[in-house]
């Protein structure tokens, strides 16, 4: 098997960098689209046999390192008992917004609730073995919390700070049981054969860093050190926390993901050696001329000045209208480039 995604997630030495991206199986690739036009979004997640076909299309067309099981990482969250639609984007019926809404939630029994997630796991581990490591993912729980309070997607993001400040324990309550439901997901995941974990903390990034570390720290914490990560790394992508890294990385994950807001190298001087660091070529360089997008390629890797611990994806996921033919061509830059 080609290692060198795992071995970059602990340190080692690679020959090469190892490069994925985020959303790699998705709407940019026109075989994605074949598979897709059969089935709504939700059936395609709820279907073992299509998300591991989706899961591999990108590992064989774009050559990447590894591949990122395709589900959402709002699936684990409607069986506690929220009706989830994509319209296109995901929103939820009934949002939670006050303690009688958080004591209706329950705590999904994840082979009887969720066992097409579990079974997709398994289908990619036969599929892909000899090939490339296997990524499970989750949603971290604020960003969970985002979703299931807003009802949906939000520019200010004011139900949630409302539950934050005004409802304190409302919010502790909600968080605490996401947390618990977010660590029993993650865990089957690794026990159904996820070599590793990314946790995405898309909205993170909305707060102060002294709200991040009052009302998320905590339980992004508890999340991590409740994984059975012996020999899984833990990925902790927080989307906006470039002013923020120090204290994100007390959170405890083992590679830090890092947006394109950040320079990579002062990024790593920050976090340290002992830390390794997934990212961050701006999605949108992908609509650049060939040589713009290896420009910039090389700078991310010079930023990193060869240091070990280094992944390369963009600095947050594939845009739809990407073409495909650059998202290769990057891959091919990264391992042309990086070649020891």
């Known amino acids: 098997m080609n290692t060198r995604f795992l071995d970059a997630c602990w340190g080692k030495p690679v020959d090469r960098t190892p490069v994925w991206l985020m959303r790699q199986a998705g709407r940019y690739l026109p075989e994605y689209m074949a598979v897709r036009s059969k089935c709504t979004f939700l059936e395609l997640c709820k279907t073992p046999e299509l998300a591991a076909e989706v899961t591999i299309q990108p590992v064989d067309i774009l050559g990447v390192d590894a591949a990122i099981m395709f589900s959402d990482i709002l699936t684990p969250v409607e069986p506690m008992g929220m009706k989830l639609d994509f319209v296109p984007g995901p929103v939820f019926e009934h949002p939670i917004r006050t303690m009688a809404d958080v004591e209706k939630l329950r705590i999904p029994q994840m082979e009887?609730?969720?066992p097409y997630v579990l079974e997709t796991l398994k289908i990619l581990r036969r599929e892909l073995a000899g090939k490339v490591p296997?990524?499970?993912?989750?949603?971290?729980?604020?960003?969970l919390a985002c979703y299931m309070v807003e009802g949906k997607g939000s520019k200010d993001f004011a139900q949630i700070k409302r539950m934050m400040y005004a409802a304190p324990e409302v919010y502790s309550a909600l968080m605490d049981k996401i947390t618990t439901m977010d660590m029993e997901y993650l865990n089957a995941q690794i026990k159904a054969g996820a070599q590793a974990?990314?946790?995405?903390?898309?909205w993170g990034g909305?707060?102060?860093?002294?709200d991040y570390e009052t009302y998320v720290l905590p339980y992004t914490t508890r999340l991590i050190n409740g994984l059975n990560r012996m020999?899984?790394?833990?990925?902790?992508f927080v989307k906006g926390a470039g002013s923020m890294l120090e204290i994100v990385q007390k959170a405890g994950g083992d590679v830090m993901g890092l947006d394109w807001h950040?320079?990579?190298?002062?990024?790593?001087?920050?976090?340290g050696p002992a830390m390794a660091v997934q990212g961050n070529l701006d999605p949108t360089v992908l609509f650049a001329p060939q040589a713009t997008i290896e420009a910039e390629v090389k700078r991310v890797l010079d930023?990193?000045?060869g240091r070990p611990g280094h992944i390369f994806n963009l600095g947050h996921g594939i845009l739809p209208t990407a073409p495909p033919e650059n998202a290769k061509f990057m891959v091919d830059c990264v391992h042309r480039l990086s070649q020891k």
Do not use: C, K, M, W
Not at 134 to 143: E, R, S, V, Y
């Open 206 to 210: 909305i707060l102060s860093p002294s």
């Open 231 to 236: 020999e899984t790394p833990v990925i902790h």
């Open 112 to 114: 009887q609730d969720v």
């Open 197 to 202: 974990i990314q946790i995405f903390d898309t």
């Open 134 to 143: 296997l990524i499970g993912f989750g949603g971290a729980p604020f960003t």
């Open 303 to 305: 930023e990193n000045a």
């Open 262 to 271: 950040v320079n990579l190298g002062i990024a790593r001087d920050v976090l």
